[in-house]
């Protein structure tokens, strides 16, 4: 007990410390179900109920804070250890993608194959653009929620609980940002009993390229409001070194990190990873062309995903990638541990 930290100890060391990175680990894997997030503006990190039965009864747990992302030292690296540097484009259609559609051909291919039972990452309402945690079982949903999202108002490993507690999947795919991809890696390395359940679970992490999130209440119902735009109206939103929408009626409309950082949230200025650097895959739009998925290829489960899906002919891939533009914006989010 005297190692083993509760609610508490995370409460004193990363929300009171502004540094929760919003990714729902801790709410995911509390047995308790004793933490939880309040859906409105201005909330950076969870809320307790107190009903802990470590801080209470003294019953060993400790696995909100061994998932946390934040409890941990990140890793001051850029583009980091990797065995292959790519440029994918899935061969068939995808509905809303983001770019080459990378990642559904990745994910397609393996739950056909059955290779994963499950995929947790996040979705959105087309019409609101307000995000939602989300379990995808099948090559269905897998196309209908297929697309990255830039707003934050829900933790996206919410759905983690649901898929290895209620579902019992053995299989999953875990889809995220560089911090919910931190804490996927620590729930597979740690010796928590608690966590040991998720760790098996989790079949593979993809890991998407990323600045920062975005508070949905602020950026979609305050900046884009002002700025005369509706969610409705928004197709598509990209990141790349401003904030690029892709209008409904064909048009588009960009505006500068600067017009939209008061909704950056707080636990994103304390992240220093851009290239999701624990990912078996990291993938992003940055450093090839449009059109395509640059796939950074880190570990040998994740060159197994992407043959699986060149060889079932979902997936084509090629050898071209400039890696100094990942380096530079990689770089510049380091900044930020300094």
């Not at 005297?2 to 995370?10: C, E, G, I, R, V």
Request: net charge neutral; aromatic share 6%; hydrophobic share 35%.
């Amino acid at each position: 007990m005297a190692d083993t930290k509760s609610y508490k100890d995370l409460s004193k060391e990363v929300w009171d410390a502004g540094t929760c990175s919003g990714c729902g680990a801790c709410v995911a894997v509390c047995p308790a179900d004793a933490l939880f997030f309040i859906e409105e503006p201005g909330i950076n990190h969870p809320s307790s109920s107190g009903y802990c039965k470590m801080a209470i009864d003294s019953v060993p747990c400790g696995a909100c804070y061994d998932a946390c992302p934040r409890t941990r030292e990140q890793k001051k690296e850029t583009l980091g250890s990797y065995k292959s540097l790519l440029k994918a484009k899935a061969t068939g259609p995808v509905p809303h993608q983001q770019n080459g559609g990378a990642v559904t051909a990745i994910l397609m291919a393996a739950l056909e194959k059955g290779l994963i039972d499950g995929v947790v990452t996040l979705t959105e309402d087309r019409w609101s653009h307000r995000p939602r945690s989300i379990l995808i079982t099948n090559e269905g949903e897998l196309v209908e929620h297929a697309g990255s999202r830039y707003n934050w108002s829900v933790p996206v490993l919410r759905s983690l609980k649901a898929a290895v507690v209620d579902r019992k999947l053995k299989h999953i795919a875990v889809v995220g940002t560089p911090c919910v991809v931190q804490a996927a890696r620590g729930m597979k390395n740690s010796k928590n009993d608690l966590l040991v359940p998720y760790g098996r679970s989790i079949r593979l992490i993809i890991g998407l390229f990323c600045t920062e999130s975005f508070d949905y209440h602020t950026l979609m119902e305050d900046i884009l409001k002002r700025s005369g735009l509706a969610p409705h109206q928004i197709a598509k939103m990209d990141v790349k070194g401003k904030l690029e929408l892709t209008l409904t009626d064909g048009s588009s409309s960009t505006l500068s990190l600067d017009e939209v950082a008061k909704a950056v949230r707080q636990g994103c200025h304390t992240c220093g990873d851009f290239s999701a650097l624990d990912a078996d895959i990291s993938a992003g739009s940055v450093g090839t062309p449009a059109g395509y998925t640059t796939l950074v290829v880190r570990t040998e489960d994740g060159e197994g995903f992407v043959e699986n899906a060149v060889s079932t002919g979902k997936l084509t891939t090629e050898h071209e990638v400039d890696t100094g533009i990942i380096e530079k914006l990689a770089a510049s989010k380091q900044k930020r541990l300094n």
